[in-house]
């Protein structure tokens, strides 16, 4: 569903972060990005986003090559992928409810949808009761609950996540994990860049580690680095 077909990215200052990146993601899949800091990591998620351009190389989500389509076409792909930051990036001045409406209303849905919608997502990650409080009343991990089902409020086919545990404790990041875990249980693909080690390891899901723009490691049940 997802594939990378010789992918560089050079930027215009002439720093390489990709060469030649040749991935395949199928669908159902829960794959973690591990790399170092620089090492392409955020390039490889903003290229699949369509947010940057890739220097040469395909890149497919569903079969559609992104690098070919038109950006009319751009809505397309931010409804079938949601994302999922580590600085959670909530609107400050919406409730907790309006956070997750307002990702329904950019993409034309009726207000009767969601209606139906926003509240039941809002019960599986847990924070019904939390509706109508603004981001600034909540902990760190509510605050990314919240940006998970904005993501997910579109029943996108992939979740992309860049490092969404990196603000929170170790107790608060299993419980993010746990929600992350039973999205990609229900049939979202989900794409995760992290370098929280224990994490990965205890996971045992597929690991792709890059090193300096280069995919250097690509295992089914994985573990975050190899000690020597
Ligand atoms: P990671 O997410 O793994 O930390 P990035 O994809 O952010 O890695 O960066 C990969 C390389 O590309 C790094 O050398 C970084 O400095 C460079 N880079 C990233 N974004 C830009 C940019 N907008 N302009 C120039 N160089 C960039
Ligand atoms: P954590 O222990 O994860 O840091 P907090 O102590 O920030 O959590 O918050 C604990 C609980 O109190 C959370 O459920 C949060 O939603 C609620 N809370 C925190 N600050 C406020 C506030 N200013 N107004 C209302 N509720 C708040």
Known sequence: MIRYVN?????????????????????????????????????LMKLLLKEIEPTSGKIYL????????????????????????????????????????????????????IRRQVPMILSMVGLSNKAHNYPNQLSGGEHQRVSI??????????????????NLDPDTAWEIMKLIKEINRRGTTV??????????????RRVIALEAGKVVRDEQKGVYDHEI
């Open 7 to 43: 992918v560089s990215k050079e930027y215009g200052n002439g720093s390489k972060a990709l060469s030649n990146i040749n991935i395949n993601i199928d669908k159902g899949e829960f794959v973690f990005i591990v790399g170092s800091s620089g090492a392409g990591k955020s390039t």
């Open 62 to 113: 569903n079969k559609l090559d992104i690098t070919k389509i038109k950006n009319r076409r751009i809505p397309y792909i931010r409804r079938n992928i949601g994302v999922v930051f580590q600085d959670f990036r909530l609107l400050p001045n919406k409730t907790v409810y309006e956070n997750v409406a307002f990702a329904m209303e950019i993409v034309g849905a009726s207000p009767r949808e």
């Open 149 to 166: 089902a904005r993501a997910i409020v579109n029943s996108p086919s992939v979740l992309i996540a860049d490092e969404p545990t990196g």
């Open 191 to 204: 794409v995760m860049a992290t370098h929280a080690k224990e994490i990965v390891n205890m996971m045992k």
